[in-house]
C-alpha cells in the first residue's frame, strides 16, 4: 500500500460514541440500573484506490484547463498578428492611393497646360480627368480599408473602448496616418479644384 491509501482529506478518521442508562427488572423490587456505553473509532486504511482516482482526474483536468488556455493564447496572437498585418496593407494602400491621387492631378495639369498651348487635344484632358476620378476613388477605398482594419486591430488587441468618442485613440496607431499629404484634396473638381 501506498501512503495515499491511507486516510485522506476525502475520507478523514471518525471517532462515534454512545451511551445508554435504563432500568429493567422483572418486578418493581427487583429493578435496576443498566447502561450500555460504546465508542468506535473509524481509521480508513485502504479506500480502494479512490483518492489516487480522484487526484488524477484533478490532474487531467488541470492539464486540459492549461491546454485549452494555450490554444485561446494562441489564437489571440494569430488574430492580432492578422489584424496588425491588415493594418499596415490597409496603411500601404492608403499611401499608394494618395501618390496615385497626385500623379493623377499632375497628369491632368500636364494635359490641361498642353491642351490650352494647342498641342494636345479634348481626348487626352478627358483621359486625365476619368483618371482623376478612378484615383479619387481609389483613394476612398482604401482609407475605408484602413478605417476597417483599425477597428479590426484595436478589437482585437482590446482597445476597442478606445475608439469610443470621449476616449483615447490607442498608442500604437497614428489617428489619421493617411492624412499626410495636406495639398491633395479629395473634395476637388475634376479639373483639379474645388
Given at each position: 500500500?501506498?501512503?495515499?491509501?491511507?486516510?485522506?482529506?476525502l475520507s478523514p478518521p471518525t471517532v462515534?460514541?454512545?451511551?445508554?442508562?435504563?432500568?429493567?427488572?422483572?418486578r418493581v423490587r427487583d429493578v435496576e440500573w443498566s447502561r450500555t456505553v460504546?465508542?468506535?473509532v473509524?481509521?480508513?486504511?485502504?479506500?480502494?484506490r479512490r483518492t489516487q482516482a480522484h487526484v488524477a482526474a484533478a490532474q487531467a483536468q488541470r492539464d486540459q484547463l492549461l491546454i485549452q488556455q494555450n490554444d485561446t493564447e494562441?489564437?489571440?496572437?494569430?488574430?492580432v498578428r492578422q489584424a496588425l498585418l491588415a493594418y499596415e496593407n490597409a496603411r500601404s494602400r492608403v499611401e499608394l492611393a494618395d501618390q496615385?491621387?497626385?500623379?493623377?492631378?499632375d497628369e491632368l495639369d500636364l494635359a490641361s497646360d498642353r491642351?490650352?498651348?494647342g498641342v494636345a487635344s479634348s481626348i487626352e484632358v478627358?483621359?486625365?480627368?476619368?483618371?482623376?476620378?478612378?484615383?479619387r476613388d481609389s483613394r476612398i477605398d482604401a482609407q475605408a480599408d484602413e478605417a476597417q482594419s483599425r477597428f479590426d486591430l484595436s478589437r482585437a488587441t482590446g482597445a476597442i473602448r478606445d475608439l469610443i468618442p470621449g476616449g483615447q485613440a490607442p498608442a500604437a496607431i497614428p489617428d489619421n496616418p493617411s492624412n499626410t499629404n495636406p495639398k491633395i484634396n479629395p473634395n476637388a473638381g475634376p479639373n483639379g479644384r474645388p
Open positions: 500500500m501506498k501512503c495515499g491509501d491511507f486516510g485522506s482529506p462515534a460514541a454512545q451511551a445508554q442508562g435504563f432500568e429493567s427488572g422483572n460504546a465508542a468506535v473509524n481509521v480508513p486504511i485502504f479506500n480502494g494562441r489564437q489571440v496572437e494569430q488574430e496615385s491621387l497626385k500623379l493623377a492631378q491642351f490650352k498651348a478627358d483621359n486625365a480627368q476619368t483618371s482623376l476620378a478612378t484615383a
